[in-house]
């Protein structure tokens, strides 16, 4: 009963999350990039030439503005581990 629990709750958090970070942003703009803790968000910002609008001291992603289409594959490139468009993303970080 316990194990039907577990993976009922881990589905219904999973799979919004997985459509999410299959859906490629359509547009340049602001981003919510993902990445893992070990890789400087500073650093993967810098060599996408993109620009970090916040949060400043979050444990797996920040808010990055991107100008162009590359940028978000230099993201990607550099060590993100997902790229989504921020305005449909924000359920996310929502309290």
């Known amino acids: 009963m316990k194990l039907e629990i577990l993976v009922t709750l881990s589905s219904l958090i999973i799979a919004p999350l997985a459509h ?6 359509d547009t340049p703009g ?3 990039v993902v990445m893992p803790p070990w890789v400087d968000a500073s650093s993967v910002a810098h060599a996408a030439k993109a620009q970090i609008v916040g949060p400043t001291r979050a444990p797996f992603g920040v808010q990055i503005v991107v100008e162009t289409m590359s940028q978000i594959d230099a993201l990607s490139n550099a ?4 790229i989504l468009d921020a305005e449909k ?4 970080c929502s309290a």
């Open 20 to 25: 999410l970070s299959a859906t490629r942003p």
């Open 30 to 32: 602001l981003l919510l």
């Open 79 to 82: 060590g993100a581990w997902f």
């Open 89 to 92: 993303a924000k359920w996310i």
